[in-house]
């Protein structure tokens, strides 16, 4: 079967409708499964569709469960029901994580660069000293001699 842009929509359509994708490729007017993955691995603008509209049939399908809630159910019907709600919701949190999900995204933005630097050539004993015990107190250091003194630091036992 021959990829068009129709038969995408249909597809993309089918899915926001929360059809699974097994079940509209039994369709005959539709590819098999793994032909539709194919055409998803080689377009990146389909895959992005597919997964968007999946995303919005998950929506759908709320939509509806909140519908059948309304309507009374024997306690056969609320069994299979409960499944089904059960296996929805987990759908929700993995696709919809964002708004579902049980673990929310923290993105934390540091700036961790460590700028070190010294004055315009004239040397003041105060900095370096302040340097000196900065460094000592950072576990694994071992400077020996630091820029602009004339003497090693006190790690190697001379001042």
């Keep these: 079967m021959v990829k068009s842009e129709t038969l995408c929509e249909r597809l993309v359509e089918r ?3 929360g059809e699974p994708l097994s079940v509209i ?3 005959k007017e539709f590819p ?3 032909t539709i993955y194919k055409w998803c691995r080689k377009d990146k603008t389909l895959r992005e569709r597919i997964m968007e509209a999946r995303k919005q049939g998950v929506w759908t399908l ?17 069994h299979f029901l409960r ?5 929805l919701r987990w759908l929700s949190s993995k696709l919809l994580s964002d708004t579902f999900g049980d673990k929310q995204k923290v993105e934390q933005k540091i700036d961790n660069h460590l700028i070190i630097s010294w004055s315009n050539g004239e040397k ?6 302040t340097i000196e015990s900065v460094v000592e107190t950072l576990p694994g250091s071992s400077i020996t ?3 602009g ?11």
């Design 15 to 17: 899915l926001e409708l």
């Design 25 to 27: 490729a039994k369709d």
């Design 32 to 34: 098999n499964v793994s």
């Design 62 to 78: 709320l939509d509806k469960i909140a519908e059948e809630m309304q309507v009374p159910k024997t306690p056969q019907e609320t």
């Design 83 to 87: 499944e089904k709600w059960g296996h």
């Design 124 to 129: 003041d004993e105060r900095d370096i000293k």
């Design 145 to 147: 001699k630091l820029p």
């Design 149 to 159: 003194t004339s003497s090693p630091n006190k790690e190697q036992g001379t001042n």
